[in-house]
C-alpha cells in the first residue's frame, strides 16, 4: 500500500507562485518516475509535469518557463514549483508516483485545489 500526501495548494491571484508538495509513504522498494497532473472543472485530467528518478524532467506545453517539477529522492518527495499563474492554471493538482514492490504500480493522491483569481 502506497500513500501520496499533497499539500501546498490555494488560492492565489494571476502572476502570484504556488509551491506543492507530495509525499510518499508506504510499502516500496523504490520510486521511478513521479509527476503532477491536473483535472479542471468540467475537463478531462491533464499531464503537468514528470520527473524521472534520474532528474529527467518533461512539461506540458501551458506551463513550460513557468513551472519546475523537482524531486528529493531522499524524502520521497515531488515539489511543484508554480510561477506567474494564470486563471487558466485553475484545477485539481494530483500527484503520482510510479513505485516498485514486486510488480510496478502507479499510486495516486487526493488531489490539492489550486485557485487562480484574475
Known amino acids: 500500500q502506497v500513500q501520496l500526501v499533497e499539500s501546498g495548494g490555494g488560492l492565489v491571484q494571476a502572476g502570484g507562485s504556488l509551491r506543492l508538495s507530495c509525499a510518499a509513504s508506504?510499502?516500496?522498494?523504490?520510486?521511478?518516475?513521479m509527476g503532477w497532473y491536473r483535472q479542471a472543472p468540467g475537463k478531462q485530467r491533464e499531464l503537468v509535469a514528470t520527473?524521472?528518478?534520474?532528474?529527467?524532467?518533461n512539461y506540458a506545453d501551458s506551463v513550460k518557463g513557468r513551472f519546475t517539477i523537482s524531486r528529493d529522492n531522499a524524502k520521497n518527495t515531488v515539489f511543484l514549483q508554480m510561477n506567474n499563474l494564470k486563471p487558466e492554471d485553475t484545477a485539481v493538482y494530483y500527484c503520482?508516483?510510479?513505485?516498485?514492490?514486486?510488480?510496478?504500480?502507479?499510486?495516486w493522491g487526493q488531489g490539492t485545489r489550486v485557485t487562480v483569481s484574475s
Open positions: 520527473i524521472t528518478s534520474g532528474a529527467s524532467t
Open positions: 508506504g510499502t516500496f522498494d523504490r520510486i521511478n518516475a
Open positions: 503520482t508516483a510510479e513505485t516498485v514492490y514486486w510488480l510496478t504500480r502507479t499510486a
